[in-house]
């Protein structure tokens, strides 16, 4: 027995959603994607003391990253950094602290370089990674401002 055009259309028809399901879920699989919480007991800053609460939330804006930090301090003070960049190594401006631009690139599905400068030149590096358990971003921070090094290890947990 034959199948009828309407057996046919139905197959193709479920066959189409489950591809377009599996596509809209891998594009939204990105590791860095969603909130993250910085853990202060497991966080170092040198020169310390880290802030007392931070939280970083990506997300996907036509077709580039845009991260969002907000920061508050023990004195109850609230401090937010925010830029959007694609990851093609371009410079982008960055608001709320002492660089003028990022650049951005995926080492790997798991790997984050952004580079940070002032007038031009390079001044810090962080290096952002997911654990394979997709719970945990660890930030790696070097810079240099007004003179001074600076370096952090910021342990972020998946909210």
């Known amino acids: 027995m034959r199948p009828t055009f309407r057996q046919f259309a139905y ?3 479920i066959a189409s959603l489950s591809l377009i399901a599996q596509m809209l ?11 993250w919480v910085m853990d202060p007991d497991h966080s170092q800053f040198t ?7 931070r939280t970083t939330i990506f997300e996907m804006k036509n077709g580039s990253l845009h991260n969002l930090t907000s920061t508050r301090t023990a004195n109850g003070g609230i401090t937010t950094i925010e830029y959007t960049a694609k990851f093609d190594g371009h410079d982008y401006s960055i608001d709320g602290t002492g660089l003028d631009t990022v650049s951005i690139k995926h080492e790997d599905a798991n790997i984050i370089e952004r580079t940070g400068k002032v007038r031009g030149m390079p001044s810090e590096t962080c290096t952002m990674k997911i654990a394979p358990d997709g719970k945990t971003l660890t ?19 998946r909210q």
């Open 47 to 53: 020169p310390g003391p880290g802030p007392f609460d």
């Open 25 to 35: 879920f891998a594009q939204s699989k990105d590791a860095f994607l969603g909130k």
């Open 139 to 157: 930030m790696t921070v070097k810079g240099v401002y007004n003179g001074a090094n600076y370096a952090s290890t910021q342990i972020y947990r």
């Open 11 to 13: 197959v193709a028809l």
